[in-house]
């Protein structure tokens, strides 16, 4: 579906906003946004939609938002550093044993937070043979890359056949022992995800898919459908997701989407804190309300849904967590996840 279908078919659905802010103010609103920034929303994401919602969650992350023009000090086009990481096109090495590998720069959908909104977009390409080999050659003479990343853009845009190619060039290097899939595809196009694309995949090296998802609502049958090859196939599914104001900055939210993950046999993995990307502060929170959230999740939901609150340090310094810390200073003190404190090691007499 185009862009300019997904939206007509939203705003006949969409009403008028008491403010005046309607379905004419909208589409200039996605003129001016989408000459700077990549727009793209497939069929699965415009039936995810609620136009009634002037506060959908869904719409929030991928329709255009006039404020992603307003650009501040201290975003930067590369936040999280690639470029001074990047020894040759398409590889970014930043920490010892593992390296993304980054073969196209499309994908599905954009995400209107995206952290590589400058570099990706339609008609961007991937990687070009000789690139390919020059990216795998570099992963190939660095024995300590234990794990190759594939990211981009969305490695799942690319046909199975594309694919199959490049897992088996890299299965064929021995120190390789993992390798990692990054993806949109099975929540924004499940039907991309066919036995073909699953067998693409599969090798004697341990791979993971690591999806992306960010709202419960993301995961609809048809996501789980998708999700449910690969895992049924024998690979095994993490998650990760970007904490974003108005889309899951409460415990309620945050907490169904990291059950319905694990409901789906995917591990949440990691809640990245949102990146200074250019245009992205309206959908930013502060570090302290994200340390909020994990102290709530921690009280009322399972170990098995507690992801890893990360920042992305700015500059290329690489992820850091930046969960609540229960342990006082000298270390004598923990606290529970109902606040109470307790002495450790135990003081006589405490229970």
Same mark, same amino acid.
Request: glycine share 6%; hydrophobic share 40%.
């Given at each position: ?15 008028m906003r008491s403010n005046g802010f309607g ?7 996605l003129r001016r946004v989408a000459s700077r ?158 036995? @073909? &694309?699953? *067998? $693409? /995949? ?8 690591? %999806? #992306? ?42 907490? @169904? &989407?990291? *059950? $319905? /993950? ?8 990691? %809640? #990245? ?79």
């Open positions: 579906m185009t862009v300019a279908k997904a939206m007509q078919r939203i705003m006949a659905r969409a009403p379905k004419n103010d909208r589409l200039a609103a920034y990549a727009v793209a929303i497939t069929p699965a994401v415009a039936e995810m939609i609620d136009a009634s919602d002037p506060h959908d969650p869904i719409a929030r992350q991928f329709l255009p938002d006039a404020r992603e023009l307003e650009a501040r000090p201290e975003e930067n086009a590369d936040p999280i550093g690639d470029d001074v990481h990047s020894p040759v096109d398409g590889v970014v090495h930043r920490y010892p044993d593992r390296v993304l590998l980054k073969l196209v720069n499309a994908c599905a959908v954009y995400c209107r937070f995206c952290f590589r909104r400058e570099m990706v977009g339609p008609g961007r390409g991937g990687l070009s043979p000789s690139a390919l080999r020059a990216a795998l050659d570099y992963i190939a003479h660095n024995p300590q890359i234990w794990e190759v990343i594939l990211t981009g853009g969305d490695p799942l845009v690319l046909s199975p056949r594309r694919l199959k190619d490049v897992v088996a060039r890299l299965a064929a290097i021995d120190h390789v022992k993992i390798i990692r899939v990054h993806t949109r595809v099975p929540v924004v196009a499940p039907e991309r995800v066919s036995p @073909a &694309l699953v *067998r $693409a /995949l599969r090798t004697d090296k341990a791979t993971f898919v690591v %999806l #992306h998802a960010n709202h419960p609502r993301e995961l609809t049958s048809e996501a789980r459908i998708a999700c449910a090859r690969f895992i049924d196939a024998g690979i095994p599914m993490l998650a990760q997701s970007v904490l974003l104001r108005g889309v899951n900055d409460d415990v309620e939210t945050l907490g @169904a &989407l990291m *059950r $319905a /993950l694990v409901e789906c046999r995917i591990k949440p993995y990691y %809640l #990245h804190h949102a990146d200074l990307a250019p245009g992205t502060a309206h959908l930013r929170t502060t570090i302290a309300e994200g340390q909020a959230l994990m102290r709530a999740l921690h009280g009322r939901y399972s170990g098995l849904c507690q992801p890893a609150y990360v920042l992305d340090i700015p500059g290329g310094f690489g992820k850091s967590p930046i969960g609540p810390n229960y342990l006082s200073a000298d270390c004598s003190e923990i606290e529970d996840f109902r606040g109470r404190r307790h002495s450790y090691p135990p003081r006589s007499g405490e229970p």
